[in-house]
Structures are given as C-alpha cells and as structure tokens.
Nanobody
Framework: QVQLFESGGGSVQAGGSLRISCGGSGRIYSSSVMGWFRQAPGKEREFVALIRWNTGRTLYADSVKGRFTISKDSATNTVSLEMNALKHEDTAVYYC???????????????WGQGTRVTVAS
C-alpha cells in the first residue's frame, strides 16, 4: 500500500517560485500516473498536472502551462512540482495523488496525500 506525503509548501510573493514534492512509501508501479491537484479557498479541487511514471509523459492545466513543471525521481519515488511566475490565484492547498489512468479527473486517482498549502501574496 502506497502512502503519499507532500512537502515544500509555504508563502511567496507574486512572481516568485516554489517547489513542492511528494514522496511515496512503498513501490510506485511503472503503470502509475502521479498527479497534482489543488483546492483554493471556497472552490472545488482542480487538476494541475500529471506525469505517467514509466514514460514521463506529462499534462498540464491551461492555467499553469508554461509556468509549472512536473517531474519524477524514480530512485527516490518522488514527484515534484516546480512552480514559477506564481500568481495570487495559485494560492491553494496542493495535493498529490496516484492513479492508473492518464486522467485529469479526481475519481481516477485512488491514493491522496494530505496536502500542502501554497500562499501567493499579491
């Protein structure tokens, strides 16, 4: 059973950068998809980015494309999200999740971390 743990959240000024990471206990199988989602105050949780573990294929939400980069480290079972040119509207709790479908839908992910808060001051 894989458990996920996020780290690296915090506060940053608009235009700044932040890197958040997600570690997994247990093995992440090559067929897995690792995703990042976020939930802003008063809003529904939304897809941010995903990466397929075996191919490294990635997908991004339009709102973060060109600013955020998802990456993986197979040696440490870690997936990271590098966030640049942050905007106030990026403020949210960020969750990592594991699934098997190359999907932007929450229902296709069966393992979730506890979330890490990112606050972007305008």
């Amino acid at each position: 059973q894989v458990q996920l743990f996020e780290s690296g959240g915090g506060s940053v000024q608009a235009g700044g950068s932040l890197r958040i990471s997600c570690g997994g206990s247990g093995r992440i199988y090559s067929s897995s998809v690792m995703g990042w989602f976020r939930q802003a105050p008063g809003k529904e949780r939304e897809f941010v980015a995903l990466i397929r573990w075996n191919t490294g294929r990635t997908l991004y939400a339009d709102s973060v494309k060109g600013r955020f980069t998802i990456s993986k480290d197979s040696a440490t079972n870690t997936v990271s999200l590098e966030m640049n040119a942050l905007k106030h509207e990026d403020t949210a709790v960020y969750y990592c999740a594991k699934g098997v479908q190359y999907s932007t839908y929450e229902v296709d992910y069966n393992m979730w971390g506890q979330g890490t808060r990112v606050t972007v001051a305008s």
